[in-house]
């Protein structure tokens, strides 16, 4: 099992991304991925996911509006397009894969995802 991110980089505030999670070695679509970010200091925390089943989303209050998840099954990866971004933003963003269906009461919750990519660095600047 694969999952490989990418996209991340340096942006200033107000500007976009789009990350990618690029997903090999299980059943792609009967998976929910995640995308959660991790600032230095603080927890990690669920920004959105994606039920690759039904198409279902969910997104933390912090980036409603902003970011947008998608995903394309021909390829097996998952976008997450961020855009006006703000300073607040910046942390390194994981990609991670979840077997059971989720609820909007438990998708960011770290434990019920059992595979995770390495993260890539996103940096917005003020």
């Known amino acids: 099992v694969q999952l490989v991110e990418s996209g991340g980089g340096l942006v200033q505030a107000g500007g976009s991304l789009r990350l990618s999670c690029a997903a090999s070695?299980?059943?792609?679509?009967?998976?929910?991925i995640g995308w959660f970010r991790q600032a230095p200091g603080k927890e990690r925390e669920g920004v959105s996911c994606?039920?690759?089943?039904?198409?279902?989303?969910y997104y933390a209050d912090s980036v409603k509006g902003r970011f947008t998840i998608s995903s394309d099954n021909a390829k097996n990866t998952v976008y997450l397009e961020m855009n006006s971004l703000i300073p607040e933003d910046t942390a390194v963003y994981y990609c991670a894969a979840d077997p059971l269906p989720v609820w909007d009461t438990n998708w960011y919750r770290i434990h019920i995802y059992d595979y995770w990519g390495q993260g890539t660095q996103v940096t917005v600047s003020s």
């Open positions: 994606i039920s690759n089943s039904d198409g279902s989303t």
């Open positions: 070695g299980f059943t792609f679509d009967d998976y929910v």
